[in-house]
């Protein structure tokens, strides 16, 4: 009697699943636009560098499209919110390129979503475009995977080179828990000794900790430290530059470019003030001189942006622009969608000016930016300035 | 060295007063109704968010702070209402899960109503920081302490002065006993979740301009204050407060002592070995088991 | 015969293998055979988690530390040292069932939200090991993982792993019905009603509590060894507290005291997200809505709700049949 029920309920069950599942596998339509497919953490942890990818990439793709598409064709995006999860990244990945075949990624917010796909990616030959920080993600290369933001390694080359120019040589670490902080922490650890820097303190947080105060006491007390580098973004960041300015720190601190955004200096307030970090010539589009060939695209991204959604732009959409334009640039020159074409023609983008520096890739190279493509920039009087 | 030590307590004891505040309103929930809810994080996140957006609409803290916390206050009552009324009767772990699925839901919320991004929200008076024995502690430390004591002192009124406070205390001994002496036991459940909804938003309020608020920050913050609910004894006020305080002490001092990366892990173990020899936290009741 | 396969533990084995057995037909692509591994992995740590919960009626919060342990302890057994993977797993396996017996004793005396803070404590704890100890985990960002191999067979692929993780799953259904008819079941029951009446009659509540737990435990783990070979990629997004809330959730949703309760449970939280993935923005409200919903109209869980819903229809009808009849 029981088991009939329960044999029931299941069979019943299974329909249902059934039914969902043949709810999303469509007929092929014959003139199919060109898909898109991104996986980014529009919530979760790195909500922050995820919202404004999405936003980006949803404003572009319908720009492109109002002014008649790519190569005749419609772009169509195709986006999952990935959470910052790994496993999460992994799923949605395989329903782009097995469910929704699209023609081309461009995606995965953190370096944790990034490398879980990349095995994918690369067993399913689809030209892939991360939008993460770390270096491993490039390095070494694989056939079909690129990057558009500066690495962690040029982050900490560019800080320690500013710090050998002020004549620090010790200096002390406070990260947080994430993997951005954690990558570029190990990044800098093993870059210092090269510019004759000593990390004499190395502290951390953890995730949601509303107060650094201890941590920034203990290297407020560490006789000889020169400077403070601060490896990470969102909250964290924001609240140790606050403590920093509750306890009277006066030796500089300088921030990642994972909080490179008007949004950092709202924040964290008058604390903010003199703040150091490496960030994309974006930040401070307006004051660039026009002779600056990255002038023109980033003050059009940066008021496109701005007046569209009425909120100040960060390195990450700026990120997440390049990463649409070189794949679309590549369509382009592919003449079409053929994978291995796309591949190719991404790998062959050469001084592709974009908002994050000036992009020329090779089969060596899957970034293509260098330390060019970084500028140093200080907190002056509430906004971001060119250290000159 | 004691400037350090010093530091060290008044940002333990500020960051525990949150967590204190946090867990009153775990126990005055559980008091009621034996559910542990886990949307009261949330209410936090309320409280912060909604501030920050009547403020940023030009409203003054004097009408925006008590609005918030009124907001917050709905959003409890609608949860005992709507969610935890109809499953009445219900056991204590579909409670809990009905909990989770109400946190989610407004988490949910409000990244729609409000967005996704970390807001900051001005100090009450001014940010110079004060000097205090060689440490430096902003003034909105004082106010988080301040309001955290004058609550502990109003609830201690209220609970012990009080009709209704204590008509919600004997609910909380026995419900059974409390219904046949006349206490309408479903409005004692219905506004313990209104007040633990408002004392989560005034926590919520107060850490903001500290710590930033964000639609996430419930979720962090409901954990601590569970752990720090649990380490006094679930249901003892009293416990609620030297949980929270003695958590938030133990973090900064495992921070600034031991280790700052296993800060967290360093306090769970001082809760489990807490446990181990107070199997009912510091000041929880040891009552039989029911046979 | 007939009254042997009538009976839940056969009846209910041959459906599910019946389902297992069945699914591939509307299993379209590669994509549908993930999400049915990883159903089918969520759903033997909710056996597990379910024999626990729901039999000996201890709850934890934690148990995304199991699943973590044993994710990571193949994959630095396996990848960076190049351990043999069934070897890995059986190691990781058995250190995890280890640490699970002597930390239940102590853990275990304590009850109901005490308990539950405390396993979320070893949770955490795990968690913060894993994510800051990067020289052996990598950290946050994770660590790849080789291919499961035998000998010389490979276990590669979407398909292939269905049916490992599908025969898996059928053991673990066999093991725990076998366990909650067992004498042992017997008491954990017993248990579950009331410990102290339970230890009256002559149980011994601590051994059967910490024996299920090392079950749980072992169950978590071995889930977790496979998925970090399944992946090829192993991150602490998996560890969080709040995977472990999730993997409670899936228990309680499905229906607490059902084996085939928590297989339901596991089924519908994963593919949920991916169905609701649709709503875009409004993702977590309607999930939030439906996990409060379904546990406000069928609070004892999907499954023994909707058999009990049947049942007093059934019984109705043939009421209503012999009516007519006479």
Same mark, same amino acid.
């Given at each position: 009697?029981?088991?009939?029920?329960?044999?029931?309920?299941?069979?019943?069950?299974?329909?249902?699943?059934?039914?969902?599942?043949?709810?999303?596998?469509?007929?092929?339509?014959?003139?199919?636009?060109?898909?898109?497919?991104?996986?980014?953490?529009?919530?979760?942890?790195?909500?922050?560098?995820?919202?404004?990818?999405?936003?980006?990439?949803?404003?572009?793709?319908?720009?492109?499209?109002?002014?008649?598409?790519?190569?005749?064709?419609?772009?169509?995006?195709?986006?999952?919110?990935?959470?910052?999860?790994?496993?999460?990244?992994?799923?949605?990945?395989?329903? +782009?390129?097995?469910?929704?075949?699209?023609?081309?990624?461009?995606?995965?917010?953190?370096?944790?979503?990034?490398?879980?796909?990349?095995?994918?990616?690369?067993?399913?030959?689809?030209?892939?475009?991360?939008?993460?920080?770390?270096?491993?993600?490039?390095?070494?290369?694989?056939?079909?995977?690129?990057?558009?933001?500066?690495?962690?390694?040029?982050?900490?080359?560019?800080?320690?080179?500013?710090?050998?120019?002020?004549?620090?040589?010790?200096?002390?670490?406070?990260?947080?828990?994430?993997?951005?902080?954690?990558?570029?922490?190990?990044?800098?650890?093993?870059?210092?000794?090269?510019?004759?820097?000593?990390?004499?303190?190395?502290?951390?947080?953890?995730?949601?900790?509303?107060?650094?105060?201890?941590?920034?006491?203990?290297?407020?007390?560490?006789?000889?430290?020169?400077?403070?580098?601060?490896?990470?973004?969102?909250?964290?960041?924001?609240?140790?530059?606050?403590?920093?300015?509750?306890?009277?720190?006066?030796?500089?601190?300088?921030?990642?470019?994972?909080?490179?955004?008007?949004?950092?200096?709202?924040?964290?307030?008058?604390?903010?003030?003199?703040?150091?970090?490496?960030?994309?010539?974006?930040?401070?589009?307006?004051?660039?001189?026009?002779?600056?060939?990255?002038?023109?695209?980033?003050?059009?991204?940066?008021?496109?942006?701005?007046?569209?959604?009425?909120?100040?732009?960060?390195?990450?959409?700026?990120?997440?622009?390049?990463?649409?334009?070189?794949?679309?640039?590549?369509?382009?020159?592919?003449?079409?969608?053929?994978?291995?074409?796309?591949?190719?023609?991404?790998?062959?983008?050469?001084?592709?000016?974009?908002?994050?520096?000036?992009?020329?890739?090779?089969?060596?190279?899957?970034?293509?930016?260098?330390?060019?493509?970084?500028?140093?920039?200080?907190?002056?009087?509430?906004?971001?300035?060119?250290?000159? | 060295?004691?400037?350090?030590?010093?530091?060290?307590?008044?940002?333990?004891?500020?960051?525990?007063?949150?967590?204190?505040?946090?867990?009153?309103?775990?126990?005055?929930?559980?008091?009621?109704?034996?559910?542990?809810?886990?949307?009261?994080?949330?209410?936090?996140?309320?409280?912060?968010?909604?501030?920050?957006?009547?403020?940023?609409?030009?409203?003054?803290?004097?009408?925006?702070?008590?609005?918030?916390?009124?907001?917050?206050?709905?959003?409890?009552?609608?949860?005992?209402?709507?969610?935890?009324?109809?499953?009445?009767?219900?056991?204590?772990?579909?409670?809990?899960?009905?909990?989770?699925?109400?946190?989610?839901?407004?988490?949910?919320?409000?990244?729609?109503?409000?967005?996704?991004?970390?807001?900051?929200?001005?100090?009450?008076?001014?940010?110079?920081?004060?000097?205090?024995?060689?440490?430096?502690?902003?003034?909105?430390?004082?106010?988080?302490?301040?309001?955290?004591?004058?609550?502990?002192?109003?609830?201690?009124?209220?609970?012990?002065?009080?009709? +209704?406070?204590?008509?919600?205390?004997?609910?909380?001994?026995?419900?059974?006993?409390?219904?046949?002496?006349?206490?309408?036991?479903?409005?004692?459940?219905?506004?313990?979740?209104?007040?633990?909804?408002?004392?989560?938003?005034?926590?919520?309020?107060?850490?903001?301009?500290?710590?930033?608020?964000?639609?996430?920050?419930?979720?962090?913050?409901?954990?601590?204050?569970?752990?720090?609910?649990?380490?006094?004894?679930?249901?003892?006020?009293?416990?609620?407060?030297?949980?929270?305080?003695?958590?938030?002490?133990?973090?900064?001092?495992?921070?600034?002592?031991?280790?700052?990366?296993?800060?967290?892990?360093?306090?769970?173990?001082?809760?489990?070995?807490?446990?181990?020899?107070?199997?009912?936290?510091?000041?929880?009741?040891?009552?039989?088991?029911?046979? | 015969?007939?009254?042997?396969?009538?009976?839940?533990?056969?009846?209910?084995?041959?459906?599910?293998?019946?389902?297992?057995?069945?699914?591939?037909?509307?299993?379209?692509?590669?994509?549908?055979?993930?999400?049915?591994?990883?159903?089918?992995?969520?759903?033997?740590?909710?056996?597990?988690?379910?024999?626990?919960?729901?039999?000996?009626?201890?709850?934890?919060?934690?148990?995304?530390?199991?699943?973590?342990?044993?994710?990571?302890?193949?994959?630095?057994?396996?990848?960076?040292?190049?351990?043999?993977?069934?070897?890995?797993?059986?190691?990781?396996?058995?250190?995890?069932?280890?640490?699970?017996?002597?930390?239940?004793?102590?853990?275990?005396?304590?009850?109901?939200?005490?308990?539950?803070?405390?396993?979320?404590?070893?949770?955490?704890?795990?968690?913060?090991?894993?994510?800051?100890?990067?020289?052996?985990?990598?950290?946050?960002?994770?660590?790849?993982?080789?291919?499961?191999?035998?000998?010389?067979?490979?276990?590669?692929?979407?398909?292939?792993?269905?049916?490992?993780?599908?025969?898996?799953?059928?053991?673990?259904?066999?093991?725990?019905?076998?366990?909650?008819?067992?004498?042992?079941?017997?008491?954990?029951?017993? +248990?579950?009603?009331?410990?102290?009446?339970?230890?009256?009659?002559?149980?011994?509540?601590?051994?059967?509590?910490?024996?299920?737990?090392?079950?749980?435990?072992?169950?978590?783990?071995?889930?977790?060894?496979?998925?970090?070979?399944?992946?090829?990629?192993?991150?602490?997004?998996?560890?969080?507290?709040?995977?472990?809330?999730?993997?409670?959730?899936?228990?309680?949703?499905?229906?607490?005291?059902?084996?085939?309760?928590?297989?339901?449970?596991?089924?519908?939280?994963?593919?949920?997200?991916?169905?609701?993935?649709?709503?875009?923005?409004?993702?977590?409200?309607?999930?939030?809505?439906?996990?409060?919903?379904?546990?406000?109209?069928?609070?004892?869980?999907?499954?023994?709700?909707?058999?009990?819903?049947?049942?007093?229809?059934?019984?109705?009808?043939?009421?209503?049949?012999?009516?007519?009849?006479?």
């Amino acid at each position: 009697m029981k088991s009939t029920q329960v044999r029931n309920s299941l069979k019943r069950g299974l329909a249902a699943v059934a039914a969902t599942f043949a709810l999303f596998t469509g007929p092929a339509v014959a003139q199919e636009p060109i898909k898109i497919g991104a996986f980014l953490a529009v919530t979760g942890p790195a909500a922050s560098l995820g919202d404004p990818e999405q936003k980006t990439l949803e404003l572009y793709v319908g720009k492109i499209n109002a002014a008649g598409g790519v190569l005749g064709r419609k772009l169509q995006l195709i986006s999952y919110d990935a959470a910052g999860d790994a496993e999460k990244a992994r799923t949605f990945a395989k329903r +782009l390129i097995e469910q929704d075949k699209v023609d081309v990624i461009v995606g995965g917010t953190s370096t944790g979503e990034t490398m879980a796909v990349i095995p994918l990616v690369e067993a399913a030959q689809i030209p892939f475009i991360s939008l993460a920080g770390a270096v491993v993600i490039v390095e070494p290369v694989k056939k079909w995977v690129f990057k558009t933001p500066h690495t962690d390694r040029m982050a900490c080359e560019k800080i320690f080179i500013d710090m050998q120019s002020r004549k620090f040589s010790k200096i002390a670490l406070i990260s947080g828990p994430g993997g951005f902080d954690k990558s570029m922490r190990a990044e800098c650890l093993k870059l210092n000794k090269k510019y004759g820097i000593d990390v004499i303190a190395d502290e951390t947080y953890g995730g949601g900790d509303t107060d650094m105060t201890a941590q920034l006491t203990k290297i407020k007390n560490t006789a000889g430290v020169q400077a403070v580098l601060n490896p990470g973004f969102g909250q964290g960041p924001a609240i140790v530059t606050k403590n920093y300015g509750q306890l009277g720190i006066t030796i500089p601190l300088y921030q990642s470019h994972g909080v490179a955004s008007k949004e950092f200096i709202k924040l964290a307030g008058a604390a903010a003030e003199g703040v150091r970090l490496p960030g994309a010539a974006l930040l401070v589009a307006d004051s660039l001189p026009a002779s600056d060939p990255q002038r023109s695209v980033a003050v059009a991204y940066k008021n496109e942006y701005e007046s569209h959604f009425k909120s100040d732009i960060s390195t990450f959409g700026g990120h997440a622009y390049d990463g649409l334009m070189i794949a679309v640039e590549a369509i382009k020159k592919a003449g079409g969608t053929d994978k291995a074409k796309v591949r190719d023609a991404i790998e062959s983008t050469r001084r592709f000016i974009g908002v994050d520096g000036t992009y020329t890739m090779s089969p060596t190279d899957h970034m293509g930016l260098d330390l060019s493509a970084f500028r140093m920039l200080e907190v002056k009087g509430g906004n971001w300035t060119l250290v000159k | 060295m004691s400037a350090q030590f010093m530091q060290y307590l008044l940002t333990g004891l500020t960051v525990g007063a949150i967590y204190a505040l946090v867990a009153l309103g775990f126990s005055i929930i559980f008091n009621a109704s034996h559910v542990i809810n886990f949307a009261q994080g949330e209410f936090v996140m309320i409280g912060g968010m909604a501030t920050v957006s009547l403020t940023g609409s030009g409203l003054p803290y004097m009408l925006a702070i008590p609005l918030a916390i009124v907001a917050a206050a709905l959003v409890g009552l609608a949860l005992e209402k709507f969610a935890v009324e109809p499953a009445r009767g219900a056991s204590v772990v579909t409670l809990i899960i009905i909990t989770i699925g109400a946190s989610i839901f407004l988490r949910g919320l409000a990244m729609v109503v409000w967005d996704k991004r970390l807001h900051a929200l001005k100090p009450f008076t001014g940010d110079t920081p004060i000097a205090i024995a060689g440490a430096a502690i902003l003034p909105q430390s004082l106010w988080v302490l301040g309001v955290t004591l004058a609550i502990v002192l109003a609830l201690s009124w209220f609970f012990g002065r009080t009709l +209704l406070g204590k008509a919600m205390l004997a609910t909380s001994h026995n419900r059974l006993a409390a219904q046949l002496v006349g206490i309408n036991v479903r409005m004692v459940l219905f506004l313990s979740f209104g007040l633990s909804a408002a004392l989560g938003a005034v926590a919520g309020i107060l850490i903001a301009p500290i710590t930033l608020t964000s639609y996430d920050v419930g979720v962090m913050l409901g954990l601590k204050g569970f752990a720090a609910a649990i380490l006094g004894g679930l249901g003892s006020g009293i416990g609620a407060v030297i949980g929270g305080l003695a958590l938030g002490i133990a973090e900064t001092m495992s921070a600034g002592y031991l280790s700052s990366a296993y800060k967290d892990a360093i306090a769970f173990v001082i809760i489990l070995a807490v446990l181990f020899f107070m199997p009912s936290g510091l000041f929880g009741k040891r009552g039989g088991e029911r046979v | 015969m007939l009254a042997r396969l009538a009976s839940p533990r056969t009846g209910g084995m041959l459906a599910l293998a019946a389902v297992i057995a069945l699914l591939p037909l509307v299993l379209s692509n590669k994509y549908f055979y993930d999400i049915a591994v990883l159903v089918g992995l969520n759903a033997i740590v909710c056996i597990g988690l379910n024999l626990l919960i729901g039999y000996a009626g201890q709850i934890s919060l934690g148990h995304a530390g199991f699943f973590g342990l044993g994710a990571y302890g193949s994959a630095i057994l396996a990848s960076r040292y190049g351990w043999p993977p069934l070897a890995a797993m059986l190691a990781t396996t058995f250190a995890v069932a280890a640490l699970a017996f002597v930390v239940g004793r102590p853990i275990l005396r304590l009850k109901g939200h005490y308990l539950a803070m405390a396993t979320l404590g070893l949770g955490v704890i795990i968690f913060m090991v894993i994510t800051t100890e990067d020289k052996f985990t990598g950290g946050p960002d994770g660590i790849a993982v080789v291919p499961f191999r035998i000998g010389g067979f490979v276990v590669q692929g979407e398909r292939i792993w269905y049916w490992v993780v599908g025969a898996l799953l059928l053991v673990a259904v066999w093991l725990a019905l076998n366990l909650i008819e067992s004498p042992a079941g017997r008491a954990l029951r017993a +248990l579950h009603s009331s410990e102290i009446g339970a230890e009256v009659v002559g149980i011994n509540a601590a051994n059967h509590k910490v024996m299920v737990f090392v079950i749980s435990a072992v169950f978590a783990s071995v889930a977790g060894s496979l998925a970090a070979h399944y992946s090829g990629f192993v991150t602490p997004g998996k560890v969080t507290f709040l995977h472990s809330i999730e993997l409670v959730t899936m228990v309680v949703f499905g229906g607490m005291a059902s084996t085939f309760g928590a297989v339901v449970g596991a089924a519908v939280l994963t593919t949920l997200p991916q169905l609701l993935a649709v709503f875009e923005d409004y993702e977590m409200m309607v999930f939030g809505a439906v996990m409060m919903g379904t546990m406000i109209f069928l609070p004892r869980g999907v499954v023994p709700s909707l058999a009990r819903l049947l049942q007093t229809r059934r019984q109705r009808a043939s009421a209503d049949g012999e009516e007519e009849g006479a």
